[in-house]
């Protein structure tokens, strides 16, 4: 029982500070620009964009699998 104790006495304190370590460094090297209100509208206009035609292309391939599977009603 006592190395157990000892095992957990030097384990937890070691994975704390390794812990803390790896936080502190992620902090200060990562600073989020400030945001640029023109690429900010530029990225979500291609969002958009990107959905609009996820969203077509979902309505192509169900008609597609009904005309494969007509008697199916899962589509």
Same mark, same amino acid.
């Given at each position: 029982?006592?190395?157990v104790i000892?095992?957990v006495?030097v384990?937890? @304190?070691?994975?704390?500070? /390794?812990? *803390?370590?790896?936080?502190r460094r992620?902090?200060?090297g990562e600073?989020p620009e +400030? @945001?640029?209100?023109a690429a /900010?509208? *530029?990225e979500?206009a291609?969002?958009?964009?990107?959905?609009a035609?996820?969203? +077509?292309y979902?309505?192509?391939?169900?008609?597609e699998?009904?005309?494969?599977?007509?008697d199916?009603k899962l589509y």
């Amino acid at each position: 029982m006592l190395p157990v104790i000892i095992f957990v006495a030097v384990l937890v @304190p070691l994975l704390l500070i /390794a812990f *803390a370590a790896v936080v502190r460094r992620n902090s200060a090297g990562e600073r989020p620009e +400030a @945001p640029d209100p023109a690429a /900010a509208a *530029a990225e979500q206009a291609e969002y958009e964009q990107e959905f609009a035609d996820a969203e +077509a292309y979902q309505e192509q391939w169900r008609e597609e699998q009904h005309k494969l599977h007509p008697d199916d009603k899962l589509y």
